[in-house]
């Protein structure tokens, strides 16, 4: 089991900042693929960015690319969204997620195929 806390949602203007984290705990060492996602209100939620642990490889949405960047501290077991130039369409809850079985982070990503989930924190973009 891994649990997840994300934190540092909140509400700015658009253009501005953002960096959310994501504290895992619990048998961490099993994860080889962290995840953000979001979900806006009426809509799917989507994968935003992820990261393959052991060797780095990120992928990213492309509504995002240029402006939000995932990052990892592994001693701190933390991921972090570092999001930039944000958007009013960037409003969304967001959630971390992390992959425990064998497999190809990339596609467990793409389809959200994740086996532990975070409760999500809330960003809200102003126009």
């Known amino acids: 089991q891994v649990q997840l806390v994300e934190s540092g949602g909140g509400s700015v203007q658009a253009g501005g900042s953002l960096t959310l984290s994501c504290v895992a705990s619990g048998s961490t060492y099993m994860t080889n693929c962290l995840g953000w996602f979001r979900q806006a209100p009426g809509k799917e939620r989507e994968g935003v960015a992820g990261i393959l642990t052991a060797y780095g490889d990120k992928y990213y949405t492309d509504s995002v690319k240029g402006r939000f960047t995932i990052s990892q501290d592994k001693s701190r077991n933390t991921l972090y969204l570092q999001m930039n130039s944000l958007k009013p369409e960037d409003t969304a809850m967001y959630y971390c997620?992390?992959?425990?079985?064998?497999?190809?982070?990339?596609?467990?990503?793409?389809?959200?195929?994740?086996?532990?989930w975070g409760k999500g924190t809330l960003v809200t973009i102003s126009s």
């Open positions: 997620a992390t992959k425990t079985r064998s497999g190809s982070c990339q596609e467990a990503w793409t389809t959200q195929d994740m086996d532990f």
